[in-house]
DNA sequence: TAAACCCATAGCCAGCGAGTTATTGAATTG
DNA sequence: CAATTCAATAACTCGCTGGCTATGGGTTTA
């Protein structure tokens, strides 16, 4: 299976899915036909966006009567942020490598 | 012009690319030949490659000779970060208005 | 129960982008 | 200066994906 910021860089590359979950992000719960009212796309255009998010477990959804409400989870977007760290982490140990070559060199 | 986390996003969606930057983040400096030695990829397409990352500013290009040595830009990644924290932080507000509701329905 | 509504799925199409090979320019080497 | 090497560009192919329309399944309303 993919490492977890695999699926989450591939799905919020389309500024439409971001918009949509940015969206849920600011608003909370949303049906599928609110969502639909503001991306400016098709309710089948939405719909697919939001099995692509919900498969990244970037959302949630919840069944009541003939609607469907998404909310988003925001936990899922750990794993961004913590490639994000370990990218830096990864300078600041050489950067550290760096300075104890400078220190032996001084001795 | 974008925001600064659209172009971020598109630029590491992309598997091959991500794991040239990884690689320049784990060790350092690299020539686009070293680079292309471990991508599996030819050497046009690493270098096609390259030049997304530095135009998202993700990278550094230094020419010595005929050798180009390309460096990870790490404070690139701060955009990222940031998007994140600020979908998380729509989130703490809406819990917070929520807190405010449950206190005002409480007197 | 017929009609209207909400959402998901199916099927199709067009554009984008990641890969290729071929080539060029520039720098080093013999 | 001829040959070689490094990297970028050009030109092309092809698969993926985001959009659409059409339809179906489930739910509420008249």
Redesign the interface.
Same mark, same amino acid.
């Given at each position: 299976m993919p490492l977890p910021h &695999?699926i989450l860089?591939?799905t =919020?590359?389309d500024?439409t899915r971001?918009a949509i979950? &940015?969206r849920l992000?600011?608003e909370?719960d949303q049906t599928v036909g609110a969502l639909t009212a503001h991306a400016g796309i098709s309710q089948p255009a939405v719909s697919k966006h939001l099995g692509v998010l919900k498969r990244a477990g970037l959302v949630k959804d919840r069944h009541e009567g003939r609607l469907t409400h998404y909310r988003?989870e =925001?936990g899922a =977007?750990d794993p =961004?942020?913590g490639w994000?760290?370990e990218?830096?982490g990864?300078?600041q140990n050489?950067f550290d490598d760096l300075e104890d070559l400078l220190k032996r060199m001084d001795q």
């Open positions: &695999e860089f591939k =919020l590359a500024p971001r979950f &940015e992000c600011r909370g988003a =925001l =977007l =961004l942020v994000a760290k990218m830096t990864f300078w050489r």
